[in-house]
């Protein structure tokens, strides 16, 4: 199924901060990086991201469902582009959605001069960006004896 990006509007914040809460829950068990986690962020973070003017969130739709978010962040001075983050819900994960609304961004920005980070023991995040043509960075930042944080590029 194809997915459709639809942008979030300020109503709606309430709901994407509570579907990021529940999207990244087991994650933050699992690692226990309370500084660096979605699942670990109030409301007022959701709130100052989306009042930034090179900030724009996006509902991820699959039909008639709200399956996720995508966070991109353009500053439009010739810097990278930045994904941060995106999610899928529990339910709606292993279906293709996450790679679906990353092209669908880079459709709607450009497919050049991208970045991102992710959790470099979650295998399948990795794949999926790999995949998507994006590239490891030499940086690696250690969050905790848990987890580590990889840093990727899409020329």
Same mark, same amino acid.
């Given at each position: 199924m194809d997915v459709?990006?639809?942008?979030?509007k300020r109503s709606e914040l309430e709901s994407v901060w509570k579907m990021q809460i529940e999207a990244f829950s &087991?994650?933050?068990?699992? #690692?226990? &990086? #309370?500084?660096?986690?979605?699942?670990? *962020? %109030?409301? +007022? =973070?959701?709130? *100052? @991201? /989306?009042?930034q003017p090179?900030? @724009? #969130? /996006?509902?991820?739709?699959? %039909? +008639?469902?709200?399956?996720?978010?995508? @966070?991109?962040? +353009? @500053?439009? &001075?010739?810097? !990278?582009k930045r994904i941060s983050p995106v999610w899928i819900?529990? *339910?709606? !994960?292993?279906k293709g959605y996450a790679q679906k609304a990353i092209l669908a961004v880079e459709k709607i920005f450009g497919t050049e001069n991208w970045c991102l980070e992710t959790i470099l023991q979650e295998k399948a995040h990795l794949h999926i960006y790999e995949k998507l043509g994006y590239r490891k960075t030499v940086r690696? &930042? =250690?969050?905790?004896?848990r987890m580590d944080l990889v840093y990727y590029e899409k020329n």
């Open positions: 459709e990006l639809e942008p979030v &087991d994650l933050l068990k699992k #690692y226990q &990086d #309370y500084d660096t986690n979605p699942a670990a *962020e %109030g409301m +007022d =973070k959701i709130i *100052e @991201r /989306f009042e090179w900030t @724009r #969130y /996006f509902l991820i739709v699959a %039909g +008639d469902e709200k399956v996720g978010v995508i @966070r991109v962040v +353009d @500053r439009k &001075d010739g810097s !990278r819900m529990p *339910e709606h !994960r292993n690696v &930042d =250690k969050i905790n004896e």
